[in-house]
């Protein structure tokens, strides 16, 4: 695709860049594409197991979990359109970084001749540090996803055990049922988090199907003549 746009393109867009943004958010879909479904298949089962195990012994303890649970993911889908957006910059400035690489290696024995060496030292310290702001930011948005479901993991595993220890203080529950009832909510930190490091992959993820797609959406200005 790429290779069919015109020539003005191509001189907006240096070999560095598009070996970053063609090679590298390529890359980094299959990594995650190849890992997705087993492990959100595998998560989501266990999650509706445990569930309906909690259904099965009471059912207001399991809807209850179930209203946690979807809250839970609901969390997770608020963070992810943000945290996209900084990863999207973090990829521009990283093909940026990448672009002036290329572009000054290759010239390197001029910008010797010309004695322009600390002036690009200077250049590439400005782009190093643009780097470093838009992976920084992009990191502290993506951990928010973290931060948040411990946050809703630990309140909804307080309500659980505070629920157990009524129904047993009432009599309307053995202190097996209660542990039963406080063990699977434990059990649901496990599926939830691999859900949520999930998440955070998608987070960068989106962000390379849009670079990728805004390649797509350009088209040549000029036509290739009917054949």
């Given at each position: 695709h790429c290779l069919r746009l015109d020539l003005s393109f191509h001189k907006r867009h240096t070999p560095g860049e598009l070996i970053d943004r063609v090679d590298g958010d390529i890359n980094r879909l299959g990594s995650f594409f190849s890992a997705l479904m087993p492990r959100l298949l595998g998560n989501g089962l266990l999650v509706i197991g445990i569930l309906t195990l909690l259904m099965l012994e009471d059912p207001r303890v399991g809807l209850g979990m179930l209203l946690y649970t979807l809250f839970a993911l609901?969390?997770?889908s608020l963070i992810q359109r943000p945290a996209a957006r900084r990863w999207a910059d973090e990829r521009q400035a990283s093909a940026a970084?990448?672009?002036f690489l290329e572009e000054r290696i290759s010239g390197v024995e001029d910008l010797r001749?010309?004695?322009a060496e600390p002036y690009a030292l200077?250049?590439?310290l400005g782009l190093l540090r643009?780097?470093?702001e838009k992976t920084r930011a992009a990191f502290v948005v993506g951990s928010l996803t973290y931060n948040l479901t411990n946050l809703v993991y630990g309140i909804g595993y307080a309500i659980g055990l505070a629920w157990g220890v009524y129904l047993y203080t009432r009599g309307q529950a053995s202190l097996g049922m209660a542990y039963l009832i406080?063990?699977?909510?434990?059990?649901?930190?496990?599926?939830?988090?691999?859900?949520?490091?999930?998440?955070?992959?998608?987070?960068?993820?989106?962000?390379n199907l849009q670079r990728i797609q805004q390649l797509f959406d350009l088209k040549p200005a000029v036509g290739e003549p009917a054949a």
């Open positions: 609901g969390v997770l970084k990448f672009s001749a010309v004695g200077n250049q590439l643009s780097c470093l406080t063990y699977y909510i434990g059990m649901l930190a496990g599926p939830l988090q691999g859900i949520r490091s999930q998440a955070q992959e998608f987070q960068q993820s989106s962000a």
